[in-house]
């Protein structure tokens, strides 16, 4: 418990000091909005497309599901107009350690797709449910540092804009998901619930310093490209 506390702590700590650096850094702010886009097309609709395509998933969760990749492919504008805006108009490939990621959470979810009543839909549903507590957390760091910009400059800043947007509709569909799971699954399923989203946790946050310090260090890269040009 003590170790996961410290590790999150250093993740935290690591991407506020990079979300500072971008700040007037028109690639670094881009980079780190594409970051946020391969989450919302790559990670999140892709667990929510899974979800809804598991075997007749209850019609209640198939509208839940669809309003929230449709929110998610409103996210997907909202960030790609922004990037257009600060001179990145396209975005790259999602990368190769985020694709690892995903494989082994799918890995370690494995175990368990028989496990439940309602199918392998609570498997999905449970690595949804995780990638958009992750958004929250993600989209809450970066508000938290522009807003202390916004309160230091006097000014608006753009991109919360952008940002408190995505994290309003990414707190609804963390708490949808959650209610999701516990509606399907039963009294006698929940102890297996629990071993899965701590798997699922557990390797969310196993690779979480490692991402950490390739965002921290191409950011970095990205601001120290900007101030050069400008001097």
Known sequence: MIMRELQRRAVDGIKRHALTMSIGSPRAEAHILEEYLWSEESAESDALRQTLGA??????LSKLLDRQLAD???????LRARMAELGAATARPLPAIARAKLWWIERACAPYAGSFAAGPVVVLLAIAAQFEATGVRMFGRHLGVLEEHERASGASHPTAEVVRAILADERRHAKSCAAALERLVLDEERAALAELRERIATVDRSFGVTLALGFWALTATNALRDRGRAS
């Open 55 to 60: 075997a007749a998933p209850p019609r209640w």
């Open 72 to 78: 998610e492919r409103r996210h997907a504008q909202l």
